[in-house]
């Protein structure tokens, strides 16, 4: 089977124990997938709907749009399992012998590559998924708003994770124009993409507060 096709309770228990798969990049792929999920249930919730038709065509479109990003970050917590074997059985090469030392140098370095791939592209993905939600918050059922906050909060955890398994991949790799690049174009999306969530949550709780002061009286 198939690591996201375990249950909650499967993949929680075989993330708590000592296998070397899933980990932190598994968890991210499978927190940002969740925080879309919720971004796309909001969507479903607000077509139909008279009260938001003027939004119905652009609602559509951001559906879209998410039902390939929760199917790309599912898929990745697989490919993260997959990419990591590689340089788990790197670690294990010998290096007695000067010779041996080079050639685990050499396999090491393409493994962490390897290693480094599928937190980059979730880094990535949980970008574009935190642009579909500064887009919905707008335009979604006011009824399901929380929903888009706790969808961006996931994704805000998600894209600061695969920053983590980035960083801990790239700061083992001696090819230094390989690590600028990848650690450049990294924090600029998590930078903006932090900053996004941030602005969307407080739109949320700004939303949830007038509906409470609207009860009150």
Known sequence: MNISEKTCVGFVEVLASKEAVPGGGGAAALVGAIGMALGSMVCNLTIGKKKYAE?????????????EIEKNLLKM???????????????????GT??????????????????CQVPIDIVRVCFDAIKLHEDLVDKGSKLAI?????????????????????VININSIKDQEYVNKVRTEVENLVEEGVNICD????KVVKALEKE??????
């Not at 996931?154 to 994770?161: E, G, H, P």
Request: aromatic fraction near 4%; charged fraction near 25%.
């Open 55 to 67: 939004y119905e065509e652009s609602v559509k479109a951001i559906l879209a749009q998410a039902s």
């Open 77 to 95: 917590i697989d490919d993260d399992a997959e990419n990591f074997l590689p340089l788990s059985k790197a670690y294990g090469l010998p290096q």
């Open 98 to 115: 000067e010779e041996e030392k080079k050639a685990k140098g050499e396999t090491m370095e393409e493994a962490l590559k390897t290693a």
């Open 146 to 166: 929380s929903d888009v906050g706790v969808g961006v909060q996931c994704l805000r955890a998600a894209i600061l994770s695969g920053q983590l398994n980035v």
């Open 199 to 202: 602005e969307v949550y407080a």
């Open 212 to 217: 409470t002061v609207a009860a009150a009286h």
